[in-house]
């Protein structure tokens, strides 16, 4: 109420806020987290262009780790469930979470696919992201680690365009590389020397779902990672913005 | 298109601001965004003007702050030149990132009985 005449006008008071717009996403993910960690499995976010190879590589991880390791796949997928189907058939146990015109996944949407697929019993999850190099970007699952498969044939220049996606990559996957015989003018140098300009610490596996080439350095890599997952220092937490209200809001059954 | 779902994420928090102060109308929103955010600040107002429609946003223009992107030497060589490898000159060391990845709703002017 105004105070100063007494007229009963009402007020415009200015009100200070200062919180992340994805602290809801953020607050989710981090309980995404602690129950990965709880049961000790390894999660990677596997972004990329549609058409990159993400499923391919799954395949092929599966093909070559066999049955003996307990993988699982979580699929965005906007209207089919055809990708989840190719890695159940390659032996891994998957489920699609169909995003309809979402164009990312984001930590519900995780939260409440976990529920549909016996996560606690593997070693890897897979969250295999909506084919797409700028919205998966901005959305944290819970992931231990970001990886951004990149195909020879999408252009060297990609990681200059879509800068933020490989910013936050901890790994890219230079997929389709049987496919470079036929591009004399693809250098891989020329990309690893783009990833740099972009990733602080670019590390770039080649491989080729095709030939198996590689395929053995990224299975050893996340092996590596299982054992000992990067420890990110969240980009906005090192700023001083992060507001952390953690809660467990339910129980798991 | 995640500015749309950018946009209901932070009329959620304006919703809890307002109720919490009994506002009847919001009228004016500041929002900080960084230039590396992966948020189109055209797209996010076109968003926001779609999403404010009838609600008690109707009113309240969006002003946005936008951050530029800073790349710093995590041992104190100081701050990377643009457009050059993400490490530091001086040490070698991967560079740390500053400032440019905000997505923040820093202010509200609500008005109040």
């Not at chain 1, 005449?5 to 992340?20: F, K, L, N, T, Y």
């Not at chain 1, 809801?24 to 596997?46: C, G, M, P, T």
């Not at chain 1, 089919?80 to 164009?103: L, P």
């Not at chain 2, 905000?102 to 009985?113: A, Q, T």
Request: glycine share 8%; aromatic share 4%; charged share 25%.
């Amino acid at each position: 109420m105004c105070d100063s005449c007494g007229c009963g006008d009402s007020d415009i008071v200015p009100v200070a806020v200062h919180e992340r717009i994805l602290a809801n996403n953020e607050r989710v993910a981090r309980h995404n987290r602690e129950q990965f960690h709880d049961h000790q499995v390894s999660v990677i976010n596997l972004m990329g262009s549609p058409g990159s190879g993400k499923t391919a590589v799954l395949e092929a991880t599966a093909r070559m780790l066999g049955p003996s390791k307990r993988l699982g796949v979580l699929v965005g997928d906007l209207a089919t469930d055809n990708d989840a189907r190719r890695v159940r058939a390659a032996g891994i146990v998957a489920e699609a979470i169909t995003t309809g015109s979402a164009c990312h996944l984001d930590a519900d949407m995780v939260h409440k696919g976990l529920q549909r697929i016996p996560w606690r019993e593997l070693d890897t999850l897979f969250i295999e992201n909506v084919g797409n190099l700028v919205c998966p970007a901005v959305y944290d699952l819970g992931q231990d680690v970001n990886v951004v498969a990149l195909s020879v044939t999408e252009g060297e220049d990609k990681p200059l365009k879509y800068p933020i996606i490989f910013r936050k990559a901890d790994l890219v996957l230079l997929t389709k590389i049987d496919l470079l015989k036929v591009l004399p003018d693809i250098s891989i140098a020329r990309i690893q020397e783009n990833l740099s300009m972009v990733m602080p610490t670019p590390v770039m596996i080649p491989v080729s779902a095709t030939t198996g080439e590689g395929i053995a350095e990224w299975v050893e890599w996340l092996g590596r990672i299982r054992q000992a997952p990067p420890v990110h220092v969240h980009e906005a937490e090192a700023h001083g913005h992060a507001h952390h209200h953690h809660a467990h809001d339910h129980t798991h059954p | 298109m995640h500015e749309y779902s950018i946009v209901q994420a932070m009329f959620d928090q304006i919703e809890a601001q307002a109720q919490a102060r009994h506002a009847i109308a919001v009228k004016r929103v500041f929002v900080r965004i960084g230039r590396s955010a992966g948020v189109d600040v055209r797209l996010l107002k076109t968003a926001y003007d779609t999403f404010r429609v009838r609600t008690i946003c109707d009113d309240a223009p969006l002003e946005v702050d936008e951050v530029p992107e800073v790349w710093t030497c995590p041992d104190g060589h100081g701050d990377i030149v643009p457009g050059g490898k993400l490490t530091c000159e001086t040490c070698g060391r991967p560079a740390r990132m500053a400032s440019g990845d905000e997505i923040i709703l820093e202010r509200l002017e609500l008005e109040v009985p």
